[in-house]
């Protein structure tokens, strides 16, 4: 099982749609988790972070967190072409806490 | 000026050769990071260092070197390229603050190098 799983799409959305990017993480110690967005050829960056249960939500983003069940992900409200990019999930897990682990990213792609 | 810088940004080499990768920041971080990057695989981490007498292997360090000669520079090494080392490659950075949940990592343009 890797460390952390994504669905590497495309994921195809309607502009002006939700889009919803899921994440699930196998160390159930882990304490942060991060979402880096990458447009095709450029390096990430980071979009948002959360480490409490729940949701965290910053202008169209939002990050969900449940600790239970080992999954974090993220929604971007009233998508727009600009999202069009890869979304990568990064965990920091317990038993690692000097570095984080990504996941191989999902492709979003956001149609007129 | 970028706040990470790579050199070179592309590198095209023969299998054999030595080739070193060179990042340097100007954010004042003392945490420095080599990772690559395949297509479908995500972002791995080589090699990691938290301040200029520190230095970690990362998940997939073998044929792999790197040397910190001060807190700003990082180098990575490839002693002896191969072909499935043709990759992406990233230097990150981040800053540490005691207690605190997260830090981010900032990316630099990354290197796109291929061997023959």
């Known amino acids: 099982q890797k460390e952390v799983e994504q669905n590497s799409g495309p994921l195809s959305v309607p502009e002006g749609a939700i889009a919803s990017l899921n994440c699930t993480y196998s160390?159930?110690?882990?304490?942060?988790f991060f979402w880096y967005r990458q447009y095709s050829g450029k390096s990430p960056e980071l979009i948002m972070f959360?480490?409490?249960?729940g949701d965290k939500e910053d202008g169209r983003f939002t990050a969900q967190l449940n600790k239970a069940s080992q999954y974090v992900s993220l929604l971007i409200r009233d998508s727009q072409p600009s999202d069009s990019a890869t979304y990568l999930c990064?965990?920091?897990?317990?038993?690692?806490?000097?570095?984080?682990?990504f996941g191989s990213g999902t492709r979003l792609s956001i149609r007129p | 000026d970028a706040d990470v810088t790579q050199t070179p940004r592309n590198r095209i080499t023969k299998t054999g050769k030595r080739i070193m990768l060179e990042c340097s920041q100007t954010?004042?971080?003392?945490?420095m990071y080599w990772y690559r990057q395949d297509p479908g695989l995500g972002l791995r981490l080589i090699y990691y260092?938290?301040?200029?007498?520190?230095?970690n292997k990362g998940e997939i360090s073998d044929g792999y070197s790197v040397s910190r000669q001060a807190q700003a520079k990082f180098s990575l090494s490839l002693e002896s390229a191969i072909p499935n080392q043709t990759a992406l490659y990233f230097c990150?950075?981040?800053?540490?603050?005691?207690?605190?949940?997260?830090?981010?990592?900032?990316f630099g343009p990354g290197t796109r190098l291929t061997v023959l």
């Open positions: 990150a950075t981040s800053d540490f603050t005691p207690g605190q949940g997260y830090n981010e990592q900032f």
């Open positions: 160390d159930r110690g882990s304490q942060s």
């Open positions: 959360i480490y409490s249960n």
């Open positions: 990064a965990v920091r897990p317990y038993s690692s806490a000097s570095k984080i682990i």
């Open positions: 954010k004042g971080h003392d945490r």
């Open positions: 260092s938290f301040d200029v007498k520190d230095i």
